[in-house]
């Protein structure tokens, strides 16, 4: 990610949660080789290489996506950038971040493709139900009984309001389609517990893709993709190494950085489908 303004004021309404957005410090940054462009807030959650991995590891030509906690929009706009034939319908709980989210996917020209929902994912809109080809989220993963940000809208990136784990898991599977995919990007030490929550309420076949920081390091995160309804062995994937021993990017997460797809597809369907 790149930055190329110093933090200044956005302009525009208040908010009714409590944040004034017309004095939000903001900065204006790019991802995916300054491709996509991102307004964010200097203070709270921010957009980074979770956003652009979880997006990288779609891979379907067509249909409608399902983004759970879209923040200011970095994983959809990723995926829009990338997949011309999808449409993603976005949700957001805290309406400043949400208002953010809408200039960022008019600023990048995706307003017919990209729509954004106000709400939260314990209580979405009857018709979404069961409507998904794939359901996507970076939700909030850290340990609750940690400490808690100072920043509200970090806190509530991080480790959420109101919503478990669980909540996320239920949402994702109540919105897809039966067989359809749901991907998640989460802390490696919450991977056991995501897999189980998605074979508790019926999503399966699970993929594990490992994410390390470096080829000697523990994994960092992990995306898991499940299906919905199905039953069946999954796998564990090669997996990314993000820096080599230099520090910067290896070979292949620089792809990813800079808009190439990762293979996060089952072994026994090595040509990645809509369904």
Wanted: aromatic share 4%; net charge negative; with cysteine.
């Amino acid at each position: 990610m790149t930055t190329d303004k110093s933090p200044t004021g956005i302009g525009g309404g208040g908010a009714d949660d409590g944040d004034d957005l017309e004095m939000m410090q903001v900065t204006h940054d790019h991802l995916l080789k300054e491709s996509v462009r991102i307004t964010q807030p200097v203070d709270g959650y921010r957009v980074g290489t979770d956003a652009v991995l979880l997006a990288a590891s779609i891979n379907t030509e067509q249909g409608r996506i399902l983004d759970l906690g879209t923040g200011v929009g970095g994983v959809a706009l990723c995926i829009a950038q990338r997949i011309t034939g999808v449409h993603i319908t976005a949700v957001e709980k805290d309406t400043d971040i949400a208002e953010l989210a809408n200039i960022n996917i008019t600023d990048n020209g995706f307003a017919s493709r990209i729509r954004l929902i106000n709400g939260d994912v314990s209580s979405l809109p009857v018709i979404l139900a069961g409507s998904f080809d794939h359901v996507i989220s970076n939700p909030p993963y850290h340990d609750v009984r940690g400490t808690r940000p100072l920043s509200r809208t970090r806190a509530l990136a991080h480790m959420g309001e109101g919503t478990s784990l669980e909540d996320w898991v239920k949402a994702a599977i109540w919105a897809a389609k039966p067989r359809a995919k749901i991907s998640f990007i989460c802390r490696a030490d919450r991977a056991a517990e995501l897999i189980t929550l998605f074979e508790t309420h019926g999503a399966g076949e699970t993929l594990v893709f490992p994410i390390w920081p470096r080829q000697t390091s523990p994994a960092g995160r992990v995306i898991i993709q499940v299906r919905r309804g199905v039953k069946g062995p999954g796998a564990i994937l090669p997996g990314l190494v993000m820096q080599n021993d230099k520090s910067g990017f290896t070979e292949m997460a620089s792809g990813v950085m800079s808009g190439d797809a990762l293979l996060v597809t089952h072994p026994a369907r090595p040509k990645a489908t809509s369904n």
